[in-house]
């Protein structure tokens, strides 16, 4: 829950619908400063009135939700970054779960970046960050057709064009936290064969964390990443 004067103010603590109208409005400014990069606090506004003014189709009450966000800047989504796939958890012949990774900015797209060595060594991706269709809900999209993996590193055998190819998931949203650098994916794997889809790998979720270049030096010194 909010509390007033740390996490919002209000223009007014009042304010009157005039009679014969059904709307009044109130001004509430969120203090995003105290607030961390994936909090979302609510407030809840209540009219003052009589029981039997209620309308029983609106109520009394309304939910306002505040929650931080940041206008994107790639520079944030580019240079050392952690990828945790649940694909690898599956599939990894050794275990691992988690990739140490390098990305660089798409020249291509001014919103996207490369994914170097995603999921597999040699298998570059492209995504690209979207904050103006619903800056509420800042998106990532990913091109299909994406080549992440060859299917013989994964699965032992070959079943199509020996390519795994990756597009994003119609299953959940694929998202970034706009004030932290943290992407997460959610994508659909599936096999070619010829130019003809023969099959679906299935839906997997990823987190992608960038980290910071001292960061990546421990990482790779005292994980082995």
Known sequence: TAV???DFTLE?????IPAGER??????????ENLKSRQEVDITLKLVMPDRLVMPLYGDETTVHIRKQCKFNRENYTGWAVVTS???YQFSLTGDYQRLIRTSPDPDDENGVILHSFLSDGYDVKIAFDDETDPVNPAVT??????VSDESMVFGTVHGDNHILIETS??????????KSVAVLVNRFYV????EEIGTVGHFMTEI???????????QIEDGM
């Open 23 to 32: 709307v009044g409005y109130v001004k509430v400014i969120g203090n995003v």
């Open 209 to 219: 964390d960038w980290v910071s270049d001292e960061e990546a030096r421990r990482l």
């Open 192 to 195: 070619e064969k010829i130019g």
């Open 86 to 88: 649940l694909f690898l």
């Open 170 to 179: 119609t299953q959940g949203p694929s998202y970034f936290f706009s004030c």
């Open 142 to 147: 990913m091109p299909s057709g994406q080549v």
């Open 4 to 6: 007033l004067g740390r």
């Open 12 to 16: 007014s603590n009042n304010f009157t």
